[in-house]
């Protein structure tokens, strides 16, 4: 199903119509589950949230929404990969919580996201970090959710964000070092 074909499906899902909810299901929810196994693979071992229910999840939220307008599948991943990044922040601290303030879910940020190789850090550090980041720029956030959590290229990055490749590069290359920086001093002081 070419793009412009899964848009109208997703549009048709958010009107209310359910043969496009069954029409979807099939070609999104791979996808959904892809982007989950690829996040939880850098997860800590042991993680209790599953691919396949972290996937279940996102996917219920994004076809629940019925205010959105969905511009492509593009459009579809860049949310899915802000609504898997709620969950698992919302996951973390559930589970911190039961705990009374210990055993924070780590993540391991490897050299595909970082400029110095792997740091593990709790989830919660980075999603802190994340926040910050957005406040000194939106879209060099957007790119990590966007690349880290959502699993997309450079170039569907930039056709989320409508922007060059090139500047995906860039933005990508300075947010990591910035991550880098913030969540260093995070774990050096044992936060």
Do not use: C
């Not at 909810?21 to 999104?28: K, T, Y």
């Not at 000194?136 to 956030?141: F, G, H, V």
Request: hydrophobic share 40%.
């Amino acid at each position: 199903m070419g793009d412009e074909a899964i848009t109208e499906t997703l549009n048709g899902v958010a009107r209310g119509d359910p043969g496009a909810l069954e029409r979807l299901v099939p070609i999104v929810y791979q996808e959904m589950r892809r982007l989950a196994a690829s996040y939880l693979r850098r997860e800590r071992a042991g993680h209790t949230l599953q691919p396949t229910a972290l996937a279940h999840e996102t996917y219920l939220r994004l076809v629940g929404q019925q205010h959105i307008h969905w511009q492509g599948r593009h459009h579809f991943l860049g949310v899915a990969a802000r609504t898997m990044r709620g969950i698992l922040v919302d996951h973390a601290r559930r589970r911190r919580a039961q705990k009374r303030g210990g055993g924070r879910s780590r993540v391991s940020l490897d050299a595909t996201m970082l400029v110095a190789g792997d740091l593990p850090v709790a989830f919660d550090d980075l999603d802190r970090a994340l926040i910050d980041l957005a406040r000194l720029s939106e879209r060099q956030a957007r790119v990590v959710e966007l690349r880290y959590f959502g699993g997309l290229t450079i170039e569907d990055t930039g056709v989320v964000l409508s922007v060059s490749s090139v500047t995906v590069k860039r933005d990508w290359a300075i947010a990591r070092a910035w991550l880098y920086r913030e969540l260093s001093g995070a774990e050096s002081r044992g936060a």
